[in-house]
């Protein structure tokens, strides 16, 4: 079992700047890919970012540049640093370990114009 515990978002005007947090605890040796999707009212939800054990990442193409995904393996802990946001980064954003159903609770992050 794997608990995954969110923090760090919040109501930020454009162009300013988050940073997520996702710390994962419970019985496992190591994780994989870890990353996060967000989800709108009325769509589905999309992957933004994620991070191999390596440290290898991968972007939506939407928020590449502005966007930073990293991890601290020994706090099994990953992060995602959220520049220049724009009102439609305005999402509940979900941690997720890649290849399990292992989702944290989500945070809620408001852009406003």
């Known amino acids: 079992q794997v608990q995954l515990v969110e923090s760090g978002g919040g109501l930020v005007q454009a162009g300013g700047s988050l940073r997520l947090s996702c710390a994962a605890s419970?019985?496992?040796?190591?994780?994989?890919?870890m990353g996060w999707y967000r989800q709108t009212p009325g769509k589905q939800r999309e992957a933004v970012a994620s991070i191999t054990s390596r440290g290898s990442t991968n972007y939506a193409d939407s928020v590449k540049g502005r966007f930073t995904i990293s991890r601290d393996n020994a706090k099994n802990t990953v992060y995602l640093q959220m520049n220049s946001l724009k009102p439609e980064d305005t999402a509940v954003y979900y941690c997720?370990?890649?290849?399990?159903?292992?989702w944290g609770q989500g945070t809620q992050v408001t852009v406003s114009s």
């Open positions: 997720k370990v890649w290849g399990s159903n292992y």
């Open positions: 419970g019985s496992f040796v190591s994780i994989g890919t």
